[in-house]
């Protein structure tokens, strides 16, 4: 989807000698992958705080254990899934641990729109496989 979005966006007038980036940056776009990425995140947040009707258990194993604080990482940590087939390394479940485990101490969980708020494109271009910086 993303070639989708390049394409279009090198078609517009004026656009067509610029990086993919400027583009973006010019037409006050995001990439496709980074709102991914952030989708994915919220719909986690959503998962854990119970924001939705769904189990956190059909998705998530959490990680209670008491080392989380004293390596200054969030609360809300969850444990990898042992053996995961290549098949399934691109569902939302999996795809979004790491992404999850590796927010800033700083973010904000007390609300959606605070958690929002408080991830920003920096920290999600490291989920991401085009280099956008």
Same mark, same amino acid.
């Given at each position: 989807?993303?070639?989708?979005?390049?394409?279009?966006?090198?078609?517009?007038?004026?656009?067509?000698?610029?990086?993919?980036?400027?583009?973006?940056?010019?037409?006050?776009?995001?990439?496709?992958?980074? &709102?991914?990425? @952030? #989708?994915?995140?919220?719909?986690? /947040?959503?998962? *854990?705080?119970?924001?939705?009707?769904?189990?956190?258990?059909?998705?998530?194993?959490?990680?209670?254990? &008491?080392?989380? @604080? #004293?390596?200054?990482?969030?609360? /809300?940590?969850? *444990?990898?899934?042992?053996?995961?087939?290549?098949?399934?390394?691109?569902?939302?479940?999996?795809?979004?641990?790491?992404?999850?485990?590796?927010?800033?101490?700083?973010?904000?969980?007390?609300?959606?729109?605070?958690?929002?708020?408080?991830?920003?494109?920096?920290?999600?271009?490291?989920?991401?496989?085009?280099?956008?910086?």
């Amino acid at each position: 989807m993303e070639a989708v979005q390049r394409r279009f966006t090198k078609r517009l007038p004026g656009m067509q000698n610029l990086t993919y980036l400027a583009r973006l940056k010019k037409l006050n776009l995001e990439s496709l992958e980074i &709102r991914r990425v @952030r #989708a994915d995140l919220i719909l986690m /947040y959503k998962i *854990m705080f119970c924001l939705i009707d769904v189990s956190v258990s059909d998705f998530f194993i959490l990680n209670v254990s &008491r080392n989380n @604080r #004293a390596m200054r990482a969030h609360g /809300y940590q969850v *444990m990898q899934p042992v053996n995961i087939s290549a098949s399934r390394t691109a569902f939302f479940s999996n795809r979004t641990i790491n992404a999850w485990n590796s927010l800033p101490s700083t973010t904000n969980f007390s609300s959606l729109s605070l958690f929002r708020k408080s991830v920003n494109n920096t920290y999600l271009v490291k989920f991401c496989k085009v280099n956008f910086i």
